[in-house]
């Protein structure tokens, strides 16, 4: 009788510590997807929300912030070979309410975002003191020319949030 008992006694043990075990490892429950306007009261009792951001700018205005999904990285050629590679990040300072657009036609965007870099390696923005006021300054303005000629008049600024260069 043991015999036949015993298996049944073992699986029983082993169920129950895998439930156990399942229970007490399984992950928090997911908050529910809040609409528009919960959103726009924890932005407003926060500050800001996840991802994008309505703030006050100096001239009294409100801008929202949208930060660009991925980083862009620049070859730097020198002599027929990549000298140097230069990683950017992107934030854009736009007009509230407008961050569904602009990810909606990123992939658009992105595309013109790295013609302007591509054409500012090749003309030596970044080499040399590539963090110079007067190099960034040139290349904010051509990223905002051509997410005003991608986007229209929803963008206010580009916003270079990290730059780094890795030499060869």
């Not at 700018?57 to 070859?75: C, H, M, R, W």
């Not at 290349?139 to 949030?161: D, H, K």
Request: no cysteine; proline share 5%; charged share 20%.
């Amino acid at each position: 009788m043991l015999r036949k008992f015993l298996p049944v006694l073992l699986a029983m043990i082993g169920l129950g510590a895998g439930l156990g075990a399942g229970l007490a490892l399984r992950p928090a429950p997911q908050r529910p997807e809040t609409d528009s306007s919960e959103r726009h009261m924890e932005a407003t009792a926060t500050g800001h929300k996840a991802g994008d951001s309505n703030v006050r700018t100096d001239d009294g205005t409100v801008a929202e912030y949208v930060k660009l999904s991925n980083q862009f990285v620049i070859p730097v050629i020198e002599k027929g070979r990549v000298a140097s590679m230069v990683v950017l990040s992107l934030s854009l300072e736009i007009l509230p309410g407008q961050a569904e657009a602009i990810h909606l036609r990123e992939p658009k965007l992105r595309d013109a975002f790295l013609q302007v870099m591509f054409d500012h390696a090749n003309v030596g923005g970044f080499s040399g003191s590539f963090t110079d006021g007067s190099n960034l300054v040139v290349l904010r303005e051509n990223l905002g020319e051509a997410a005003a000629m991608v986007l229209g008049p929803i963008v206010r600024s580009v916003l270079i949030t990290d730059i780094a260069r890795q030499d060869s």
